[in-house]
């Protein structure tokens, strides 16, 4: 890839972040914002790596993606941002949810659902005659793990494993303030080979 | 990538072993990592109190072999000759412990791929004598894998399930 195409992907990628946005919003029902936060191609030890590494359990959904441009969708949050959406969406009052049963991780998985679908979807659309496909998501499964433990095994389901992956992080807002709740994905080599020259196009171009 | 971007074969005693590292360590201090569907492949010397530690993603390596810790077939072999550089010892009697093979997700069809690691390293070890002294497999929770060293004991933290000592 060359700057330029990290340039109109990253671009395509903001589109998904802004529709993002408003599903959010609109699921929770208060001011909600997701911008991409980092767009990079890294060593795939590196990858494993960007959720942090410590032995503090995350909370994560994770998507298998197919259609126009297929991949791993992950949405992974730290227990208390996690457990905090859990209770807005749940309409109850902050510090409601102290555990993950099954009301919380329901919460979480349909924010992955529904964020990710919306993120997802606005991509294909950017893409012009390219996403006319559109994206056909897996079940979300949900998953409390170590932090690398959970991004090794986003890794290892793509079906074609590469040297170097293609990451797109987001970081979310509620209310205006910054939560540490992120959706990453990670396009498998054949959309990312797909991709290029579709991004080169015109009509592909956001 | 380049030669110059293939991580490094050894790290630091005590740093966490990312994908595909080798870990070396010989006289004290500890070696660790997390896996999820990667394997942590231990060998331990217990004579030379030496022990090597191979983050190991995939089953085989089918010409790549780099770096050598990222496929289970190179890996045995580039960690038994960094252990035998490390001691001095060119006929080293190791035993090994494998902790992880994990199935996280699952959306693939087919053998997981945590399970195929497991089992082509049982099979490189077994072709080359190791016995494998402790084991600790699959499941579909990621592992915190600490290695004594001088022991070979091995810590096991499975996320959300406590912890177990695999003896040395």
């Known amino acids: 890839m060359t700057p330029d195409d990290d340039g ?3 671009a395509i990628f903001h589109h998904g972040a802004a529709d993002a946005s408003d599903a959010l919003a609109k699921w929770l029902g208060r001011p909600a914002a997701v911008s991409v936060e980092r767009f990079d191609t890294l060593p795939i030890a590196e990858a494993a790596a960007v959720m942090g590494s410590s032995a503090t359990l995350i909370c994560s959904c994770a998507m298998r993606i197919d259609g126009a441009i297929g991949g791993l969708l992950l949405l992974a949050a730290d227990d208390d941002a996690g457990l905090s959406l859990a209770d807005t969406l749940l309409e109850r009052p902050a510090g409601t949810s102290t555990s993950w049963g099954d009301l919380e991780r329901s919460a979480v998985v349909e924010t992955a659902n529904i964020v990710g679908c919306a993120y997802l979807n606005a991509i294909c659309a950017a893409l012009g005659p390219a996403g006319t496909a559109g994206i056909l998501p897996s079940p979300p499964v949900f998953l409390r793990d170590f932090p690398e433990a959970v991004m090794e095994g986003v890794l290892m389901e793509q079906p074609e494993l590469s040297d170097i992956v293609l990451l797109a992080r987001t970081e979310f807002r509620i209310d205006g303030a910054p939560i540490d709740c992120g959706l990453v994905f990670l396009p498998d080599a054949a959309s990312v080979a797909a991709l290029l020259p579709a991004i080169r196009a015109p009509e592909g171009r956001p | 990538m380049t030669q ?26 500890v070696l660790r990592t997390f896996v999820g ?8 010397a217990r004579s030379q109190q030496a022990a090597g530690l191979a983050h190991v993603m995939l089953p085989a390596s089918n010409g790549r072999g780099s770096p050598p810790g990222k496929y289970a077939d190179t890996a045995v072999a580039e960690t038994l000759r960094l252990l035998r550089e490390a001691t001095g010892e060119p006929a080293l009697a190791c035993t090994a412990k494998l902790v992880g093979g994990a199935t996280m997700f699952a959306f693939q069809s ?4 945590g399970e195929q690691n497991v089992l082509a390293l049982e099979r490189i070890l077994g072709e080359l004598g190791i016995p494998i002294t402790g084991r600790l497999c699959g499941g579909r929770h990621g592992r915190r894998l600490t290695v004594d060293v001088v022991t070979g004991a091995v810590t096991v933290e499975t996320a959300g399930h406590g912890t177990e000592t695999l003896a040395s």
């Open chain 2, 4 to 29: 110059a971007d293939v991580p490094p074969t050894t790290t630091r005693p005590g740093d966490s072993i990312a994908i595909g590292q080798i870990g070396i360590a010989r006289g004290g201090g």
């Open chain 1, 8 to 10: 109109r992907l990253a």
């Open chain 2, 37 to 44: 569907s990667c394997v942590g492949l231990v060998l331990h």
């Open chain 2, 110 to 113: 087919g053998t997981p791929i």
